[in-house]
């Protein structure tokens, strides 16, 4: 469980500067619906927040880094969005991921990929981020396609309603699970991959 006064904390990152972007649409309405069911969500948007591409001589001293750093370290989850572009994420994505890696270690990352092509090398390297960072990542990524299953912004086939349902539901779920024993590992004194995140 949670503690009682702690509902999980979601931080949600649009990985599309496109000004019509579906995935902001999606990342969006999955934030709140992730709201309704009592977790609390913070939605980072590139096009009005700009993040300079990642530079490691010059990105920790940014005026703007540790405002950042600090919604990256106050997450249980990271919930990705990103379009395929050439079968990758985009670079947005991936300059936000450079930035950061201990504040990742024992969180969940919950990815959605919006492609025309089910956006599978696209989620296997969001996995590949994952792990490389001691992050956990659901089984499964969430993709969709912006011609059949959104229409101006909203969700358009059952199918992906359906798996959206269940997206939610586990980040969720799964989520508090992570999250109560990455609290736990960090305040014990345990054998373990947090054991050396401990402050
Ligand atoms: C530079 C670029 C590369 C793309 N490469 C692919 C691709 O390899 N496979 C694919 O299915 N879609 C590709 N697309 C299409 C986008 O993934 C698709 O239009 C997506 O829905 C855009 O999402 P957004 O509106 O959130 O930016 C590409 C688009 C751009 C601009």
């Not at 890696?101 to 590949?128: M, N, P």
């Not at 960072?133 to 396609?145: E, I, K, N, R, T």
């Not at 011609?147 to 799964?174: C, H, L, N, T, W």
């Amino acid at each position: 469980m949670q503690p009682p006064d702690q509902s999980l904390r979601v931080l949600a990152v649009i990985g599309s500067l496109h000004r019509k972007s579906v995935t902001r649409s999606i990342i969006c309405h999955v934030a709140e619906r992730l709201k309704e069911a009592g977790c609390t969500v913070d939605v980072i948007d590139f096009e009005n927040e700009p993040l300079p591409l990642y530079n490691p001589d010059t990105a920790y001293h940014a005026p703007s880094f540790p405002a950042l750093k600090k919604r990256v370290e106050e997450a249980d989850v990271l919930l990705l969005g990103t379009p395929d572009y050439h079968g990758s994420m985009s670079g947005a994505m991936k300059s936000f991921l450079d930035h950061f890696w201990r504040e990742f270690a024992g969180k969940l990352f919950a990815t959605i990929v919006a492609s025309h092509e089910k956006g599978l090398t696209v989620t296997d390297q969001l996995r590949t981020v994952a792990r490389q960072c001691y992050a956990w990542s659901l089984p499964y990524g969430v993709s969709f396609s912006e011609s059949s299953d959104m229409k101006e912004g909203e969700i358009a086939s059952e199918p992906f309603e359906q798996r959206i349902e269940m997206f939610v539901r586990d980040i969720s779920v799964y989520g508090k699970l992570l999250a109560q024993q990455r609290r736990m590992d960090l305040a014990g004194n345990e054998a373990g991959f947090l054991a050396r995140h401990r402050k």
